[in-house]
Nanobody, 124 residues
Framework: QVQLVESGGGSVQAGGSLRLSCAASGTTFTRSCMGWFRQAPGKQREPVATIDRNGATAYVDSVKGRYTISRDNAKSTLYLQMNSLKPEDTAMYYC??????????????????WGKGTLVTISS
């Protein structure tokens, strides 16, 4: 059974840092594209960042320069390093995986598997 389990969320003050992890089991980590998405209270889920099997990354403008996505294939784990956090980063963060190629992955498309999320709360 394919599973994605996020961890590392929590409450920090603005300007702080958090590192999210996503442990994958089953065949999920053979997926070509993996990413992070988030959903703030009262808002729709939105993409944050993706990484393809070649290590190419894509970030939405609001997190560029502050967030770094990475994957450790040996550990079947996806990471999201978040620095200079802002109150508007408060959201449930979800790990996702799919089989999309580089073009679609860079456009945050084609996700098949989803985790249950980890909550990030940033106070001002």
């Amino acid at each position: 059974q394919v599973q994605l389990v996020e961890s590392g969320g929590g409450s920090v003050q603005a300007g702080g840092s958090l590192r999210l992890s996503c442990a994958a089991s089953g065949t999920t980590f053979t997926r070509s594209c993996m990413g992070w998405f988030r959903q703030a209270p009262g808002k729709q889920r939105e993409p944050v960042a993706t990484i393809d099997r070649n290590g190419a990354t894509a970030y939405v403008d609001s997190v560029k320069g502050r967030y770094t996505i990475s994957r450790d294939n040996a550990k079947s784990t996806l990471y999201l390093q978040m620095n200079s956090l802002k109150p508007e980063d408060t959201a449930m963060y979800y790990c996702a995986a799919g089989n999309s190629g580089p073009y679609s992955c860079a456009r945050y498309a084609g996700m098949i598997d989803w985790g249950k999320g980890t909550l990030v709360t940033i106070s001002s």
